[in-house]
């Protein structure tokens, strides 16, 4: 599990990394994962201009393996 957040931790760095620059940034995570409960992910969501979407990315041929 430590591995785990610390993979969306820095994630989450590059995006903070991208709107700093006023660049855009794309973050792929599943709905009903349990980790938007993490600290860095509610700083992300709390950013200025940050939206979301909700949307099945099988649709686009993601899955699981």
Do not use: N
């Not at 957040?5 to 660049?23: D, L, P, S, T």
Request: proline share 5%; with cysteine; net charge positive.
């Amino acid at each position: 599990m430590k591995e785990a957040i610390a993979m969306v931790e820095f994630a989450v760095e590059m995006c903070v990394a991208q709107h700093r620059a006023g660049r855009k940034f794309i973050f792929e995570h599943p709905l009903s994962a349990s980790s938007w409960k993490l600290p860095c992910l509610e700083k992300l969501a709390s950013l200025p201009g940050m939206r979301y979407a909700i949307f099945d990315m099988c649709r686009f041929g993601m899955v699981m393996q």
